[in-house]
């Protein structure tokens, strides 16, 4: 595992995107795992800098998101669905055709739901370079504490602390979606290459515990320490003083 403390948060998005963008270029059709949340937004913002001024080409990438709420539609404004609309795909030449994510829209058969997207990313030949946030309580994707280092993609329940840090995005606490379709663990570490991100003081006690503490459960994202080929990019203030 490689750990790359950068100064602050615009260093850490400048770094993530110019892996990524090198990725792409050795390899044109790539497969990535994407996430959502805060975190990723800057490196989301300078791949679409590179794609303007540098002719990064996404057009034969291929994008498998690596979660998405259920009982929303996907085009509910808090959905995952457009969050990578507005934040990413606008803006870049993803196909459509390329593009994943699950879909947890009301209603759904979500276990089949859940069945066809793991389907889709194994069919597709893998993923290639998954990119992975961390929840305040050491989560991934929605991997919850507890999560099985073996599951797949399936309906999880939010953590209490989840639903809590989901606040500030819905209008009111009836509305945050309390399940979500998340991949896996064994889905994220069956990916080539990860790269996990964590920016700001939030995040400091999350990121020690998945980086040195023993392997464990109740720590999902201590998973990734299982995988031969990690980076982690963490900003000056995620890392514990
Ligand atoms: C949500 C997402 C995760 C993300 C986490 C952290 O729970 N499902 O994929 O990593 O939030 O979000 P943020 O980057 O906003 O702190």
Known sequence: MRVLVTPDYRTLSEEAAALVARAVRMKPDLALGLPTGNTPLGMYEELIR???QEELDFSRVRTFNLDEYLGIAPGHPRSYHAY???RFFDHVNVRPEHAHIPDGS???DAALECERYENAIRDSGGIDLLIV?????????????GSSFDSRT?????APETIQNAWKHFANEAEIPKHA??????TILDARHILLLAAGPAKAEAIERALRSP???SVPASAIQLHSDVIVILDEAARRH
């Open 50 to 52: 590179k794609h303007r």
């Open 106 to 108: 009301p209603g759904i």
């Open 84 to 86: 990578m609309k507005t």
């Open 154 to 158: 399936r309906v999880v329940s939010l």
């Open 181 to 186: 379709i998340t991949v896996g663990i064994r």
């Open 215 to 217: 392997v464990s459960e």
């Open 133 to 145: 946030g961390i929840g305040t309580n050491g989560h991934i994707a929605f991997n919850e504490p």
